[in-house]
């Protein structure tokens, strides 16, 4: 079975600071696909980026980046130099490559940025 | 470009009154489409899902059931509504033979079962 958790259940922050959201997941599957996904508060989910388990590259777009990590099972994502238009709900998920678009999700971390 | 759009976008429902909420898909043909529910502070559940007209998979039981009449139309449905039904309901769609696994998703309907 899969399984990914997202241990952070909010995460509190003053704008510019850097903030990383912790996801572990869980799989026999020696390839899948890992994803990250923003909710603002308007509901929408909004894709972030997608990571084959064949490319621990970590990547950069912006002020996003993650950190990919095989052997410890976790995919982290972070925003550097916080905005308040940061603040959102954040989904780590997993899901298998013959699985279409079944996504196993975390339960989110909630991120709040003040100014 | 490819939208998604599902509606409507909130509504307050009895117990034991029907349901139904509509997804269509615009800009692509033959996509795979999802229905996810997001209980109050809970992660998402996959629903339902289909790979074309007529073919409804289900992932867990429940009292919801899915339709697809339509090529880009994906329906959700209930004939008596349970409070436990209560959630945020997502659809969400695939490229159809898509690699990768990613999906996008519509705006949501927020279903309060009261």
């Known amino acids: 079975a899969q399984k990914v958790t997202q241990a952070q259940t909010e995460i509190s922050v003053v704008e510019k600071e850097d903030v990383t959201l912790d996801c572990v997941y869980e799989?026999?599957?020696?390839?899948?696909?890992l994803f990250w996904y923003k909710q603002p508060p308007s509901g929408e989910l909004v894709f972030l980026i997608r990571?084959?388990?064949?490319?621990?590259q970590n990547e950069i777009s912006g002020r996003y980046s993650w950190n990919f990590q095989k052997s410890t099972s976790s995919f982290n994502f972070t925003i550097t130099a916080s905005q308040v238009v940061d603040s959102a709900v954040y989904f780590c998920a997993l899901s298998r490559t013959d699985s279409w678009g079944k996504l196993q999700f975390g339960a989110g971390t909630q991120v709040v940025v003040t100014p | 470009s490819q939208t998604i759009h599902q509606w409507p976008a909130t509504l307050v429902q009895p117990v034991g009154s029907p349901l139904s909420l509509e997804c269509t898909v615009e800009g692509t043909s033959n996509p795979n489409l999802y229905w996810y529910r997001q209980a109050a502070g809970r992660g998402l559940q996959l629903l339902f899902y289909s790979v074309g007209i007529g073919q409804i998979s289900s992932e867990v039981p429940q009292n919801l059931s899915a339709s697809r009449p339509q090529d880009r139309q994906f329906i959700l449905s209930s004939k008596k509504l349970l409070l436990s039904d209560s959630g945020f309901y997502l659809c969400?769609?695939?490229?159809?033979?898509?690699?990768?696994?990613?999906?996008?998703f519509g705006e949501g309907s927020w279903l309060t079962v009261v």
């Open positions: 969400a769609w695939q490229p159809p033979l898509s690699s990768g696994n990613t999906i996008y």
């Open positions: 990571r084959n388990s064949f490319d621990e």
């Open positions: 799989t026999r599957d020696t390839t899948y696909y």
